[in-house]
């Protein structure tokens, strides 16, 4: 009984290698001898998206293949231990015989995509090493220098082993530093909700528009999303803000309908993982269970990514959608994995050609050419089609005559806050006249 306490307490019950409080006592006491240790930590690339596709025994059979190819390369007086979901650590003492092997093997394993569950599909791995070259060095030090280079090779293109580099250190706790501050900033309030207007072009009136979030950050100022979001993302964040964003929209909306005022429908944009998630739609049902709202006033904006690899769960949660009556459109079209296989699978009604095809449709005839086709297709789909980023009047008469039926960019309004969305809205409507051409 003590004896399967302790293999509980110690040992991951998956691969059935060194847990990490086990590991991390050993890389301690690694340390405290007079030999130069290795520490190597190897990671599934895009984890938290695998895990949303994958079903849990898949996953487990994938993590126990990759612990025996680790276990292959590793000589006996090796430790070897899982440290968290799809990260595993190696610790390579370095009178280890052919430590220079082992490296190499592992850079080896690294390189080549790893198939699995007898499948023609296949993970990508990276890794990252440090060398303990500081006398009194703490394992927790050792482990974060390790991460820094690890962190290092999953944002390589072309490496996918990494040596540890203080400089890179030094970059990874800013990076989690300001993951703080955006954990912080949520609890805190000190986001906020900015709308840009959609236009109808046929009937030249304010159709709805789209929430995007800023951050008015306490000593950096007001920051686009650009420049927290991919640090959100990494940190995990993003199911939070989409979250904020929802109940945020959810709230204003129903306070200007009972001011009387029409705001018309409004979309919110939800990351993959989030719209993946088996849980998005019962969080979606509890936050408008919360307000009054007409069900067709919201209306969600995913990326092709939300689509890739289809599981149950992805398509239930479009069931679950549809039969709430949730309108769907594919945000930023044509920039990822465009596919017309997705466009027939799913039950979306709306399609937004991004602002890059936008940007040239008035100078490049090939341009033209290729967003006249997506409105095309758009238009025998039955979906509705939004032209996004449009800031000359050329544009707009040629996504006028191409049969593009809803606009929008700086030409008609920049985002505005949202307390002063309903005088842009109101004004907006009065000069929509001049600006379209009959």
């Known amino acids: 009984m003590m004896e399967t306490i302790g293999t509980m307490t110690f040992y991951d019950p998956v691969t059935g290698l060194p847990n990490?409080?086990?590991?991390?006592?050993?890389?301690?006491?690694?340390?405290?001898?007079?030999?130069?240790?290795?520490?190597?930590?190897?990671?599934?690339?895009?984890?938290?998206?695998?895990?949303?596709?994958?079903?849990?025994?898949?996953?487990?059979?994938?993590l126990i293949h990759l612990a025996?190819?680790?276990?292959?390369?590793?000589?006996?007086?090796?430790?070897?231990?899982?440290?968290?979901?799809?990260?595993?650590?190696?610790?390579?003492?370095?009178?280890?015989?052919?430590?220079?092997?082992?490296?190499?093997?592992?850079?080896?394993?690294?390189?080549?995509?790893?198939?699995?569950?007898?499948?023609?599909?296949?993970?990508?791995?990276?890794?990252g090493i440090s060398i303990s070259v500081e006398q009194g060095l703490s394992a927790d030090l050792?482990?974060?220098?390790?991460?820094?280079?690890?962190?290092?090779?999953?944002?390589?293109?072309?490496?996918a082993l990494k040596l540890y580099n203080p400089s890179v250190h030094h970059a990874l706790v800013e990076r989690m530093r300001f993951q703080s501050e955006i954990r912080t900033g949520l609890e805190q309030g000190q986001f906020t909700v900015y709308y840009q207007p959609v236009i109808d072009l046929k009937t030249q009136t304010v159709a709805g528009k789209e929430a995007l979030i800023r951050w008015n950050h306490p000593t950096r100022g007001l920051l686009s999303p650009g420049q927290f979001l991919p640090a959100a993302e990494q940190g995990g964040l993003l199911?939070?803000?989409?979250?904020?964003?929802?109940?945020?929209?959810?709230?204003?909306?129903?306070?200007?309908?009972?001011?009387?005022?029409?705001?018309?429908?409004?979309?919110?944009n939800i990351s993959a993982n989030h719209f993946r998630s088996s849980h998005f739609p019962t969080q979606?049902?509890?936050?408008?269970?919360?307000?009054?709202?007409?069900r067709d006033m919201l209306r969600l904006?995913?990326?092709?990514?939300?689509?890739?690899?289809?599981?149950?769960?992805?398509?239930?949660?479009?069931?679950?959608?549809?039969?709430?009556?949730i309108y769907i459109a594919i945000d930023d079209f044509g920039t990822a994995y465009s596919s017309l296989h997705y466009l027939?699978?799913?039950?979306?009604?709306?399609?937004?050609?991004?602002?890059?095809f936008i940007d040239d449709v008035d100078s490049s005839n090939?341009?033209?050419?290729?967003?006249?086709?997506?409105?095309?297709?758009?238009?025998?789909?039955?979906?509705?089609?939004?032209?996004?980023g449009v800031e000359r009047p050329n544009q707009l008469e040629l996504l006028q005559h191409m049969g593009c039926g809803k606009a929008q960019g700086f030409l008609f309004s920049q985002p505005v806050p949202w307390q002063d969305y309903r005088d842009v809205q109101r004004g907006l409507a009065g000069r929509l006249a001049s600006l379209l051409p009959i």
């Open 301 to 325: 904006e995913i990326t092709e990514e939300a689509m890739l690899m289809p599981t149950p769960d992805v398509l239930e949660n479009f069931q679950a959608l549809g039969e709430m009556g």
């Open 366 to 388: 090939r341009m033209a050419g290729l967003v006249r086709s997506i409105i095309g297709m758009g238009m025998n789909l039955a979906m509705e089609v939004v032209a996004e």
């Open 68 to 127: 025996s190819k680790l276990q292959e390369i590793s000589a006996h007086d090796l430790i070897i231990g899982r440290l968290s979901e799809g990260e595993f650590g190696l610790i390579i003492p370095s009178n280890t015989i052919s430590v220079l092997q082992v490296i190499d093997k592992l850079d080896q394993l690294l390189a080549q995509p790893l198939p699995y569950d007898e499948s023609d599909m296949a993970v990508r791995l990276c890794g």
């Open 142 to 159: 050792f482990y974060q220098q390790a991460q820094a280079a690890l962190y290092e090779a999953e944002h390589s293109g072309d490496e």
């Open 344 to 356: 027939a699978r799913y039950p979306m009604q709306g399609l937004k050609i991004d602002k890059e």
């Open 284 to 294: 979606l049902r509890a936050i408008l269970s919360n307000y009054d709202l007409p």
């Open 239 to 268: 199911e939070q803000i989409g979250e904020f964003m929802l109940d945020q929209v959810c709230a204003q909306h129903e306070q200007w309908l009972k001011a009387g005022f029409d705001p018309g429908w409004v979309s919110v």
């Open 20 to 62: 990490r409080e086990h590991f991390m006592n050993s890389l301690e006491s690694a340390l405290t001898t007079d030999e130069t240790i290795i520490l190597a930590l190897v990671s599934i690339r895009d984890m938290a998206e695998i895990k949303t596709f994958l079903h849990r025994g898949v996953l487990d059979r994938l």
